[in-house]
């Protein structure tokens, strides 16, 4: 038997709990306006080169993180109602 518990208060819950409840969270960059008009002075084998090399340099699950990340809590009822009731409660004090 797999063993859950809320991810926000640490409430027991069973997998066949009808007080546990799955919150999925996906973070991702917005698309802005892309500008495609080309750089005549621009030397795109250059920029493309500078381009792999800062990310053969980088961690991987760090550029991953710039531009999307999914995630998943399991949560009590008691916390669920919070979240509902204001979904950025939970998430701490601003920057």
Do not use: W
């Amino acid at each position: 038997m797999i063993h859950y518990e809320c991810d926000s208060c640490g409430a027991a819950l069973g997998s066949d709990d009808p007080r546990r409840f799955i919150v999925k969270l996906e973070v991702y960059a917005a698309a802005g306006h892309l500008d495609l008009t080309p750089d005549p002075h621009a030397d795109p084998l250059r920029e493309m080169e500078a381009i792999m090399e800062s990310l053969s340099e980088a961690d991987p699950d760090e550029v991953e993180d710039q531009v999307y990340r999914c995630l998943r809590f399991d949560l009590c009822d008691a916390c669920r109602q919070v979240l509902l009731a204001n979904p950025f409660s939970m998430a701490g004090r601003r920057p």
